[in-house]
């Protein structure tokens, strides 16, 4: 039972494009919401968080968006970079109480191609 | 900091042998947590410590896999005996607090069991 989905095992972008990538989750209890990055050999680094009171978060060429009435968390990479090229991960918490630890997706694999 | 480290990265063992993956933290961080990374599961939480005591345990997949905290330096994850399922990258991370916070993965053992 998935409780954090990322359904597109790979996403191919051009560069200087906007990347999106999508995660969808089922817990109505995670109020917490990570975006990780993993570079082959090597671990998950972390990227842009948010919280479950705000909708959109914002650093650098990264954005976060959160819907949760949808259950849908969004992250834009805009322009996309070919160091952007990677394996992104969706995670979620339980911040509020409850079990710690993440909960994550399968991950993207995001082709940033020149 | 150094960040995490992880120790071996690589680890090729015979069916049946015990294995013991080894993890530091970053000084100063209160949780501690070990995941598995398969092709098929994604990375999925096996347990997790808080000030060196284990607070949740579900995650672990059978009683051949243990895990201890002696200080809050130190940590391992054994599995005894080996079977070829076990077989994936296993990987440590430490987070300086519950909740709103994102945990700093190291670079993953990536453990084959033939």
């Known amino acids: 039972d998935q409780q954090v989905k990322q359904n597109s095992p790979s996403l191919s972008v051009q560069e200087g494009r906007i990347s999106i990538l999508n995660c969808d989750y089922t817990?109505?209890?995670?109020?917490?919401f990570l975006w990780y990055k993993k570079y082959p050999a090597e671990g998950p680094t972390f990227l842009i968080s948010?919280?479950?009171?705000?909708d959109k978060n914002e650093d650098g060429r990264f954005t976060v968006f959160l819907n949760k009435s949808a259950k849908h968390l969004s992250l834009h990479i805009v322009p996309s970079q070919p160091g952007d090229s990677a394996v992104y991960f969706c995670?979620?918490?339980?911040?509020?109480?409850?079990?710690?630890?993440?909960?994550f997706g399968k991950g993207t694999h995001l082709i940033i191609q020149p | 900091d150094a960040g995490v480290i992880q120790s071996p990265r690589h680890e090729v063992t015979e069916m049946g042998q015990e294995v013991t993956l080894r993890c530091k933290p970053i000084?100063?961080?209160?949780?501690l947590f070990w995941y598995r990374q398969t092709m098929m599961r994604g990375l999925e939480l096996l347990i997790y410590?808080?000030?060196?005591?284990?607070?949740?345990d579900s995650g672990m997949p059978e009683d051949r896999f243990s895990a201890k905290m002696p200080n809050a330096s130190f940590s391992t994850l054994k599995i005894q005996p080996s079977e070829p399922r076990d077989s994936a990258v296993y990987f440590c991370?430490?987070?300086?607090?519950?909740?709103?916070?994102?945990?700093?993965f190291g670079q993953g053992t990536r453990l084959t069991v033939v």
């Open positions: 948010i919280s479950s009171i705000k």
């Open positions: 995670a979620a918490s339980r911040a509020g109480g409850g079990a710690d630890g993440l909960t």
């Open positions: 817990n109505s209890m995670f109020d917490y």
């Open positions: 991370a430490s987070s300086l607090r519950r909740g709103n916070t994102e945990a700093f």
């Open positions: 410590f808080n000030n060196n005591v284990p607070i949740d």
């Open positions: 000084s100063g961080h209160d949780y």
